[in-house]
């Protein structure tokens, strides 16, 4: 086994189909698992092992494709870096994954710490620094093959966003993104006629699994772009007929204060949303502007991501619909015991999804996955018809005076003002109530409220306990690279 097979399998059927197009430069199946050979064979070059992690700190350029499918062929583990994270963020996590090379480009490479903060790295790959090998110079051996590795072997390690706390390094295994990839071109109904856009990074396990695993798995095309920009991801849209749409609601929201009617989208069969709660609002919009109902997906790093799905065949507006193939999901209480249907509790995954554990963390692991389920730290529930709604994240729940408040239902509350662009709620410290509901909102172009109206709207929407007490404007709201709101950052 071995997550390269992937691309070697549609290079063998396919050997001509377009596999990724980046601006005007197209690859073939066949280009491309040659050029994944040839990285390969150079990295062998510069001394790297089976086993050994090689960390990626590249943008959604092709050398992140040819990088990622090289270090699969070798056998060593790919490290995604977040290009975002700064020198200190960076020197972290390559010391914590002991990574034997960095492979790097321009114009990232300038926040890279220098060599003797990070031991462990032997060789270090478009760096810029002096007598440093470029993807382009790598000794040009004949293309590998993939070896074969054991299915619990790891395949890549993705860093938590560290909504709190220091990252921790997600251990995938070949099995599990296999597994995951396969069940995810089952529910998408994916083909080899398939175009995805992916503007979303491919250091994060949703574009790296989900969108570029998958769509290789399909034989399909990749078209990417190094970065989400709304009028040119609109124009490729139409330009290269695209028929998946990935978002996160961010995107969703951004596209649709920019208006649709200009832009041709008829090509596009599905659209899809994860990594953060899609508010209702919002989506009820865009299946307005476009007549897509908008697919949620749910899941998390640690389970490869994906677990559940709202098909587009048996939608359920809010929900995040419905266990993939071979995934259990329940919502347990404190106490780890099954709750009934519409009982609120904590969302738990098993399955051949979930990670192997966290690099170097065994205490972690033992917590995340006590009694054989992934512990997702997010509250929800489940219908009668077996369908989940996530309601919040334990972490975020607000306590006031020993009451429970979750964000999110203040949230679409005030989403449902025609002023409120974005919004974020969490607690504010109170030495009365312990805590106190505090909301954060960034306005449409043009519109304008005021705190009191946004309060009063909440008043007899909520109980008086869940409406904010403080209502502050911000120009944007801090988030994560795939647009979840860090409320970390807010506190």
């Not at 649709?256 to 949303?273: E, I, P, Y």
């Not at 502007?289 to 899941?299: E, F, I, K």
């Given at each position: 086994m071995n997550v390269a097979h992937f691309l070697e399998a549609s290079a063998r059927h396919q050997p001509g189909q377009a596999a990724l197009v980046f601006g005007d430069r197209r690859w073939t199946y066949a280009e491309l698992d040659r050029e994944a050979g040839r990285v390969a064979a150079g990295l062998a070059r510069l001394g790297l092992r089976p086993g050994e992690r090689v960390c990626l700190h590249l943008a959604n350029r092709p050398e992140f494709v040819l990088a990622y499918y090289a270090c699969q062929k070798l056998g060593v583990t790919p490290v995604a870096l977040n290009v975002t994270y700064v020198r200190d963020e960076l020197a972290y996590i390559v010391r914590d994954s002991e990574a034997a090379a960095i492979l790097s480009g321009p114009p990232f490479a300038a926040q890279l710490p220098e060599p003797g903060e990070t031991p462990s790295v032997r060789a270090r790959v478009g760096t810029g620094e002096p007598g440093a090998v470029t993807f382009e110079t790598l000794p040009a051996d004949p293309p590998l093959p993939a070896v074969d590795v054991d299915r619990e072997d790891v395949a890549a390690v993705l860093y938590t966003s560290a909504t709190t706390g220091r990252p921790k390094g997600v251990m995938l295994t070949h099995a599990n993104v296999v597994s995951n990839t396969y069940a995810t071109v089952h529910h998408l109904r994916m083909t080899r006629e398939d175009r995805g856009l992916c503007a979303l990074p491919l250091f994060h396990c949703f574009g790296q699994n989900f969108i570029m695993n998958a769509l290789v798995v399909a034989g399909g095309t990749l078209v990417l772009q190094?970065?989400?920009?709304?009028?040119?991801?609109?124009?490729?849209?139409?330009?290269?007929?695209?028929?998946?749409?990935?978002?996160?609601?961010?995107?969703?929201?951004?596209?649709?204060?920019?208006?649709?009617?200009?832009?041709?989208?008829?090509?596009?069969?599905?659209?899809?949303?994860?990594?953060?709660?899609?508010?209702?609002?919002?989506?009820?919009?865009?299946?307005?502007?476009?007549?897509?109902?908008?697919?949620?997906?749910?899941?998390?790093?640690?389970?490869?991501?994906?677990?559940?799905?709202?098909?587009?065949?048996?939608?359920?507006?809010?929900?995040?619909?419905?266990?993939?193939?071979?995934?259990?999901?329940?919502?347990?209480?404190?106490?780890?015991?099954?709750?009934?249907?519409?009982?609120?509790?904590?969302?738990?995954?098993?399955g051949p999804n979930v990670m192997r554990g966290y690099l170097g963390k065994p205490e972690d692991t033992a917590s995340a996955l006590r009694g054989g389920w992934l512990h997702s730290g997010d509250i929800g529930y489940r219908d009668g018809d077996g369908y989940f709604y996530v309601v919040d994240r334990v972490k975020d729940m607000i306590n006031v005076a020993g009451f429970k408040v979750f964000p999110r239902e203040v949230e679409e509350v005030l989403f449902g003002h025609p002023a409120v662009a974005e919004v974020a709620v969490l607690g504010r410290p109170d030495p009365v109530k312990g805590e106190v509901v505090r909301a954060c909102v960034v306005l449409r172009p043009e519109q304008s409220t005021t705190a009191q109206e946004l309060i009063e709207r909440c008043r007899g929407r909520v109980a008086a306990y869940k409406v904010p007490v403080v209502v502050e404007f911000l120009p944007a709201l801090p988030k994560s690279p795939t647009g979840k709101i860090l409320k970390k950052n807010l506190r």
């Open positions: 190094e970065r989400f920009v709304p009028a040119d991801f609109l124009a490729t849209i139409a330009r290269h007929r695209i028929s998946i749409l990935y978002a996160v609601p961010t995107m969703y929201i951004v596209l649709l204060a920019g208006g649709l009617v200009a832009h041709d989208l008829s090509s596009l069969r599905l659209a899809f949303s994860a990594a953060a709660m899609l508010p209702g609002d919002v989506e009820q919009r865009w299946t307005a502007a476009t007549g897509l109902p908008v697919s949620q997906g749910y899941g998390l790093t640690e389970c490869s991501p994906f677990a559940t799905y709202n098909h587009e065949h048996a939608h359920r507006p809010g929900s995040v619909g419905t266990p993939i193939e071979n995934v259990e999901v329940r919502v347990v209480d404190e106490h780890d015991r099954e709750v009934p249907d519409g009982t609120l509790g904590e969302i738990v995954i098993r």
